[in-house]
């Protein structure tokens, strides 16, 4: 039997992948995640979730590694970590759009063969006052999270609109192609 194996300490990702089903371990990967010098969003997203993913390497293993970019013009928006640096992104964010790049890679560790998607994600922004984006981050401090809030809460009173081709993809992990590609290494969440 196949292990799955998570190479995430997020707890969103753990949140989205037990929806499918799949008993699996979460793993802490050791991945320097600075952006390199002219690195573009989607390119960083992908090169991290796929070093994620092959930071595992116990046979039979299928791993998963994951990582998001958040941009703003073509300019990164991390996770801002405090109070002070949510409201600046909040605030530099109205009746913008913000682009989200959501990567994963899936490694089967012993046939060495790597599986990789990145959806996008473009989130429209409303105009909300300054006082009515301090009442958002009392009611839900999203620092820990790229753009500085969470869709899935109050955050999405924030927005006009979100396209994208995975509704998951925003919370860190999309589940639609990675239900597909788990089932390509036999770990189909519909199976026997």
Do not use: N
């Not at 390199?36 to 070093?51: D, F, Q, V």
């Not at 994951?66 to 991390?78: H, K, N, P």
């Not at 979100?162 to 199976?191: F, K, M, Y």
Request: aromatic letters at 6%.
């Amino acid at each position: 039997m196949k292990r799955l194996i998570l190479a995430s300490t997020s707890p969103y990702r753990r949140t989205l992948l037990a929806r499918l089903g799949l008993p699996f371990a979460t793993a802490a990967p050791a991945v320097d995640e600075t952006p390199g010098h002219g690195e573009l969003p989607e390119a960083l997203a992908a090169r991290l979730a796929r070093r994620k993913a092959q930071s595992q390497t116990a046979p039979g293993a299928i791993v998963i590694g994951s990582d998001q970019t958040a941009s703003l013009e073509g300019a990164l928006l991390g996770k801002p970590g405090s109070r002070a640096a949510a409201l600046a992104q909040l605030l530099a964010c109205q009746g913008r759009t913000v682009v989200f790049h959501t990567a994963v890679a899936v490694f089967d560790v012993d046939a060495d063969r790597l599986r990789e998607h990145v959806d996008r994600t473009e989130v429209s922004f409303a105009r909300r006052s300054r006082a009515a984006l301090e009442r958002y981050l009392e009611q839900e401090p999203a620092f820990d999270c790229a753009g500085g809030f969470k869709v899935e809460g109050l955050g999405i009173a924030l927005f006009e609109a979100v396209e994208s081709r995975d509704p998951t993809a925003l919370v860190g992990l999309p589940l639609i192609w990675l239900a597909r590609a788990l089932g390509e290494c036999g770990l189909d969440p519909l199976g026997p």
